[in-house]
């Protein structure tokens, strides 16, 4: 770490307090801005001893760091620029094999892929903020699946979220996560209401709305997000297959949109995002049903979005590719697990995606994200791929 240069030099580089307090817009907002308590935050504890709060902004992220007595930061590097600002009390920190203790004050500057770690001793703590920038990959990535991940970039960005799905205990531990990940400041930012619903239901669909909608004071955002791959050939496909995946995947969305519907008509931003799949384009006789169905599901979203764009209510579908979740981690585990994820990720990857590997779910994230916000507001009807360029389609 290098000493501060010359004060003088950085104080003329500011420039003058005219031109650095200007109030001429020479551009649009970027997005209506939150307030964040960190204290209101809840830590997540990667390993022992040390707690992260991270808040996300659009083009940079900060961390929140706690180190309790002994806990250790193992050496590591990273692609994102960081700064290190330390708050209170003292850290060992291992800048590229300079090591020196910080405290209060103290600033490290971290180039990307430079390595570093650190440490506090047995009597010693430590408050810290880990600026990034862009924001860190794998601080993004505490969020698995896309409909986490997607509730989690929601809530970072202000908005109070309910989700479902079938099996209580995973969701509830999904809800707890995301209660841990929210980076909010008023009363109703980082609210996460979490429902047992099979969204193939209609009374369940209903009652799931209902409480939803009386939690969070309205809806703006519906996401349909259920589905799952239901690999099969022709041949092997039984009607019981195609029912069974018409129903989740065409179904819900029917179900869950006219549920949503007497709210969204409520509301002065109303969005219907439902995440389909590229194979609804490009059918894959692998995934027939998938393929056919998801077909379906595209229709539905453009007829809606022209029924429903009169009204204001944007419709649009979003056809993921190939994106690592948990159902692509659990294909792994069975194929193959001897191979290391990116090999396997990379070599199924090789032969369809141009950009060669599979999608990280915080990749789907932020385009949902877009689509939910006032920037895209002349946006309806729209069916984008989020895919790595699959598909030989125009
Ligand atoms: N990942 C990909 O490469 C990929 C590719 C194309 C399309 N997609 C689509 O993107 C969406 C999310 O994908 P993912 O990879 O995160 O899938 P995933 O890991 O299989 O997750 C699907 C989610 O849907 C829920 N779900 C399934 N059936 C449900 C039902 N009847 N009622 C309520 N919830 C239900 C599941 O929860 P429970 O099982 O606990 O109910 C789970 O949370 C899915 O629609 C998927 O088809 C993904």
Redesign the pocket.
Known sequence: MSDTANPNAVAESIGDAESHFTSEARGEPAGTGRYVNVDSLSPVEFVPGLGFRPVLGQRAMTNFVSFGPGAVAPRHVHEEEQIVIILDGELVFDLDGDVRTMRRGDVAVIPAWVPHGAWTTEDTCCEEIDVFCPPRESLLKLAK???KAIAAELLAEGAAVAI????AD??EATAAELRKLAAEGDSRLGLVIAMK????VPDQVAEFIESAVSAMGGLDILVN?????RPGQFGTLTDDDWHADIE?KLF?QIRCTRAALPQLRRSTAPRVIN???V?GRYPDPAFLASSVNRASCLSLSKALSMELGREGILVNSVN????E????QNIHRRRAPEVPAEEFFGQLAAAEVPLGRFGQPHEVAGLVTFLASDRASYIAGASIDVAGGMGKFL
């Open positions: 699946g896309l409909g479902c799905s079938r099996n995973e969701l619903c099979d969204v193939t997000n259920a589905g799952g791959a989740v819900s995440i389909n799949a194979y993921i590719g190939l994106v979740t948990p159902q692509w």
